[in-house]
Structures are given as C-alpha cells and as structure tokens.
C-alpha cells in the first residue's frame, strides 16, 4: 500500500489549509486512516482518526472544533479539514493507514497503523 499526502503549505495565524491523502496499490475502505503530526525533536503525536465507514472520528484534544477530518471511499481519499491555524499547528503531518476487520473502528496510536504517507510540511506563522 502506497500513501501520498499533499496541501501543505505556509499560512498565516487563523487561516485555513486541507490535507489531501490518497491511497493505491490496496483497497481503500479496508482501511482505517488517521492523521500524524511531527515536529524536530519530538514523537509523533495523533491528530485525528477515521473509522472504515460510518464516520467515526477521534480528534487529539488540540485540534478539537478546529479540524475535520473525512474520508471518500470512492476516491481513496481521507482529508484533514484545518481551520483557524495557530503557530503551534506548525509541523510536517503525516496520513496513515491500517486494514481493519471492523467497519466502526479507528485507531489513535502510531504503532497501530501498518503504512504511512511521506508527509507534508505546514507552516503558520503568526
């Protein structure tokens, strides 16, 4: 399975960017996605998470009423809405991927996820 992640950009404090990230070589709605953020010297934190189908979501406590995510299975797409960026938002996001049994499941811990994209850089200045 292949990941490609892209939308990141530079913005201003309280701007807008969405994350686009596709999926190839398996298929789509078998997988649980989720969102990552890294920045130098720290692990990689969750940001948000998505179920296979019925739109279950988990957000990181920081991003809450800030960030959507969403997914389009006939697309193979997930996306990460992201509004009202604050300098702290800065960091290179990754999207990542794992093939769950369940449809109503999503996973919220980088160790549970079996395939990651190559990231894209956000950056917001203020």
């Known amino acids: 399975v292949q990941l490609q992640a892209s939308g990141g950009g530079s913005v201003q404090t309280g701007d807008s960017l969405r994350l686009s990230c596709t999926l190839s070589?398996?298929?789509?709605?078998?997988?649980?996605m989720g969102w990552f953020r890294q920045v130098p010297g720290k692990e990689r934190a969750f940001v948000s998470a998505?179920?296979?189908?019925?739109?279950?979501?988990a957000y990181a406590r920081s991003v809450k009423g800030r960030f959507t995510i969403s997914r389009d299975n006939a697309k193979n797409a997930v996306y990460l809405e992201m509004n009202n960026l604050q300098p702290e938002d800065t960091a290179i996001y990754y999207c990542?991927?794992?093939?769950?049994?369940?449809?109503?499941?999503?996973?919220?811990?980088?160790?549970?996820?079996?395939?990651w994209g190559q990231g894209t850089q956000v950056t917001v200045s203020s």
């Open positions: 070589g398996r298929t789509f709605s078998s997988y649980a």
């Open positions: 998505i179920s296979r189908s019925f739109g279950l979501t």
């Open positions: 990542a991927a794992r093939n769950a049994m369940s449809l109503r499941v999503y996973y919220t811990e980088a160790a549970d996820f079996t395939a």
